[in-house]
Nanobody, 117 residues
Framework: QVQLVESGGGLVQAGGSLRLSCSAS????????MGWFRQAPGKEREFVAS????????KYADSVNGRFAISRDNAKLTMYLQMNNLSVEDTANYYC??????????WGQGTQVTVSS
């Protein structure tokens, strides 16, 4: 059973930056696609970004492309999401997830990001 724990959320002003981390404390980390998702109040969970096993095959949602950067450090079993030029619309609970086959099977508990105007 994989355990994923997010950290790094908080309150930031519009235009500011945050870096989220996702640590895998149990189960395999290497060889799996990892991703970030977010869910704002009253909205469905949406895809933010994903990364292949060895820092290749990066994908981003159009809404964050050019502002967010996903990366991973396999030696530390940790994935990151650098978020720059944040806007109020980025306010959400951010989740990391691990993919098995075609399904996002394992999820963290989430970390809240709040952007004030």
């Amino acid at each position: 059973q994989v355990q994923l724990v997010e950290s790094g959320g908080g309150l930031v002003q519009a235009g500011g930056s945050l870096r989220l981390s996702c640590s895998a404390s149990r189960g395999p980390f290497l060889g799996n696609i990892m991703g970030w998702f977010r869910q704002a109040p009253g909205k469905e969970r949406e895809f933010v970004a994903s990364i292949g096993p060895y820092n290749y095959h990066l994908k981003y949602a159009d809404s964050v492309n050019g502002r967010f950067a996903i990366s991973r450090d396999n030696a530390k079993l940790t994935m990151y999401l650098q978020m720059n030029n944040l806007s109020v619309e980025d306010t959400a609970n951010y989740y990391c997830a691990q993919k098995y086959g075609s399904a996002w099977k394992y999820w963290g508990q989430g970390t809240q990001v709040t952007v004030s105007s």
